[in-house]
């Protein structure tokens, strides 16, 4: 590692002190990575592999020239660690660090800019310095809500990942409190996990996984056990749980491209009775995921002849109608909407549809336009007493609305004709004075 150079620590020469201080910290022990603590981190847990990580950071050359610096931008940076998002030298770095922890790294090219370099900034074939600080990390969320957080305790193998409809083999072991409720192997079919016993939340993540990976899952009550809880493992309502998971292995199930326009079909009638079932018992998320593969199967198909067209329309039909109900049930009401509209492109006089979607918008204190989807509904079925019912409590809503912008708009008014009173006076003063 000789070579002419001007940068220093601590006052000797920078590769000196490399060589005396520094650690190996590549698997390979190559040399490649070389990590030299200026200050020591907070004992505890290092970032994982996937977690979202935080850190300052300042890269050299040997020369001793500075070519980039996160502190002069003033601002931190954040990547996902172990993922190839950043420079080989920076993954390997950052995960032998602890919080708060700085430190320097000597990198070779072939674990920082390689052969190439950096046009104008990096020569070819350059050794490199980065300072890091770890500022902090975070488990990488899997869901939008932040329902579930993995940290990837062991990189699991491959390239593919279990899709929905997979046979996998798992190993599980749940906590909650700290203490161990579940532990065993296990087979289920992704998205029929619940059949087994195995949370929402583990069943979610199946797709994010690699043969041989282990991971810590991180699950909100949405994804674990919910507002039920789970008598037989003595866990209350509401409750976090933790699920440690080794995926052993999986069978994928097949891709939409890989089926004909018949087998999607006859698959399509056992998916939505297991999505009935699931609907019937109160389970909607699980539900949602076996509707929602009717639609990514048929919906680009038209089918042949006279019946395939209607056995194609049949399925869609009634798949985004169930999935508007379970997204009623879970109160999600723009997905509602959407398939609610989808559903009347298929049907324009549906009246399901144009109930629900009447539903959605009602509770989304969109009354007006609540009211003209019931009174659409009664067009298709007069006799639909429901619906007029739900008309009166549209009329109802529009008018506390407009009584409370009335109060709104009055109190205003009063305020402003009160300023008025106390301005004018004070403006006649003035004006009398000059």
């Known amino acids: 590692m000789t070579t002419d150079q001007d940068l220093t620590m601590d006052g000797q020469p920078a590769t000196a002190v490399f060589a005396a201080k520094g650690i190996d910290v590549t698997t390979s022990k190559d040399q490649g990575v070389i990590k030299v603590v200026k200050r020591q981190g907070l ?33 931190a940076f954040c990547f996902n660690v172990g993922k190839g998002q950043v420079l080989k030298a920076w993954d390997i770095g950052v995960l032998s660090m602890q919080m708060g922890e700085v430190c320097t790294l000597l990198c070779k090219p072939e674990y920082a800019y390689g052969s190439a370099g950096n046009p104008e900034k990096i020569p070819p074939n350059s050794l490199v310095v980065f300072e890091m600080e770890l500022l902090k990390f975070e488990g990488e969320m899997l869901t939008d809500d932040s329902g579930i957080m993995r940290r990837i305790k062991v990189k699991g193998d491959g390239y593919t990942n279990p899709n929905d409809g997979s046979s996998v083999e798992v190993h599980l072991e749940g906590r909650c409190g700290g ?7 296990v087979s289920f079919i992704v998205g029929e996990a619940e059949d087994k016993g195995v949370p929402l939340g583990v069943d979610r993540a199946m797709d994010k996984m690699q043969k041989g990976e282990c991971c810590i899952l991180y699950l909100k009550p949405k994804y674990g056990f919910g507002s039920k809880g789970k008598p037989e493992y003595k866990i209350g309502p509401d409750r976090d749980i933790i699920y440690e998971v080794t995926l052993k292995n999986f069978q994928r199930a097949k891709e939409t491209w890989e089926m004909d326009l018949t087998e999607k079909i006859d698959l399509a009638a056992g998916v939505k009775h297991k999505g009935n079932q699931y609907f019937k018992v109160g389970l909607y998320h699980q539900a949602v995921i076996q509707y929602q593969r009717i639609v990514s199967w048929l919906e680009m198909e038209c089918g042949s002849g006279i019946e395939q067209p209607k056995r194609i329309q049949s399925f869609m039909l009634t798949a985004h109608l169930n999935l508007a109900l379970c997204f009623l049930r879970i109160k999600e009401f723009s997905q509602v909407v959407d398939n609610c509209n989808k559903a009347i492109e298929l049907d324009e006089k549906n009246e399901k549809a144009l109930y629900r979607r009447g539903e959605a918008r009602l509770l989304r204190n969109e009354f007006t336009m609540a009211m003209e989807d019931f009174q659409l509904v009664l067009r298709v079925n007069p006799s639909n007493r429901a619906a007029l019912a739900q008309i009166y409590i549209c009329q109802s809503k529009i008018k506390e609305h407009h009584e409370h912008d009335k ?9 402003f004709a009160e300023r008025d009173t106390k301005v004018c006076p004070l403006a006649r003063l003035r004006l009398h004075n000059c």
């Open 43 to 75: 004992d505890g847990e290092r970032p994982m592999i996937g977690d979202r990580v935080t850190v300052h950071y300042t890269g050299k050359l040997l020369t001793g020239n500075k070519f980039d610096c996160s502190r002069d931008r003033k601002e």
């Open 179 to 185: 203490r161990l409720f579940d532990c065993r192997d």
């Open 407 to 415: 109060k709104i708009y009055a109190n205003m008014f009063q305020k």
